[in-house]
């Protein structure tokens, strides 16, 4: 019997501060796979073509203003709305690359002060990634970026109180799931050189899939 029949779809995560290159390097990753034969695709996170995402949409813009605990818990909602369909795709053998996931969820939450327990329990038991890329960039570099300071969170107080907040989300991946499950991959340098980087982390997770049933978030 062939072997790979049994292995399911790798849930990749990227992760990191405003402008650090998650949206570009998940694009060019999702494209080499396809190229290379794979199945393969992206979820961004928010999703804002809901109608929760339409919501969390008008409040990055602030187009709309919103409690911090409820904007959380949309936030988490439209995880949960997309839950399902990356358990189906991973099962189907298909790689799902996520732009975002819980991790900015609580980082960002925690960051405007609510306690890092709330924000962590509305994600339990969600699809488990098997690897999370954790993008770091100084935050001089990313403010020069095209855009930075558009949105909401967009200013360099809420981006270094969200820098620590990560630092704690970090610890409580490694501790739960496993010190393999988080890797912090260099911002720095050009498109190619970073995609480079990040084609030696993922390697054998794209190319094999991965064995054994999605785990749960926290769990
Ligand atoms: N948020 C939250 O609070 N709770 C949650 O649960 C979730 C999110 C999921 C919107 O997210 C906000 O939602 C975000 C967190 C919060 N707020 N903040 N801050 P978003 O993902 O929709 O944000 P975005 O608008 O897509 O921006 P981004 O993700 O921060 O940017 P990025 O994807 O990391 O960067 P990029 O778009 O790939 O690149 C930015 C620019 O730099 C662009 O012009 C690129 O061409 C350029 N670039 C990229 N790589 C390089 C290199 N290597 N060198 C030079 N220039 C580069
Ligand atoms: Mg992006």
């Keep these: 019997s062939d072997p790979s029949s049994s292995r399911r779809g790798a849930f990749i995560v990227f992760e990191g501060l405003d402008r650090c290159g998650k949206s570009t390097q998940v694009a060019r990753l999702v494209e080499r796979l396809k190229r290379e034969g794979r199945k393969a695709r992206l979820q961004k996170f928010p999703d804002r073509t809901t109608a929760i995402g339409r919501m969390i949409d008008a409040y990055l813009q602030s187009k709309a203003e919103m409690d911090d605990h409820a904007i959380h818990l949309l936030f988490s909602a439209n995880r949960w709305e997309c839950a ?97 499950r988080w890797v912090e991959v260099d911002a720095r340098g050009t498109i190619d050189e970073v995609e480079d980087r990040i084609r030696k982390i993922v390697g054998d997770l794209t190319s094999d899939g991965v064995e054994g049933e999605v785990g749960k978030l926290w769990k």
């Design 84 to 180: 399902n369909a990356i358990k189906r795709d991973l099962q189907d053998g298909i790689t799902v690359i996520a732009d975002r996931y819980a991790f900015s969820g609580i980082a960002f939450s925690a960051a405007k002060g609510l306690s890092f327990d709330f924000c962590l329990n509305p994600d339990e038991s969600l699809p488990l990634p098997d690897l999370t890329l954790y993008m770091t960039l100084p935050q001089q570099e990313a403010s020069s970026r095209s855009q930075f300071g558009e949105e909401r969170y967009e200013t360099e107080s809420m981006q270094s109180a969200t820098r620590q907040q990560f630092g704690l989300v970090a610890q409580e991946v490694k501790n739960r799931h496993g010190e393999q």
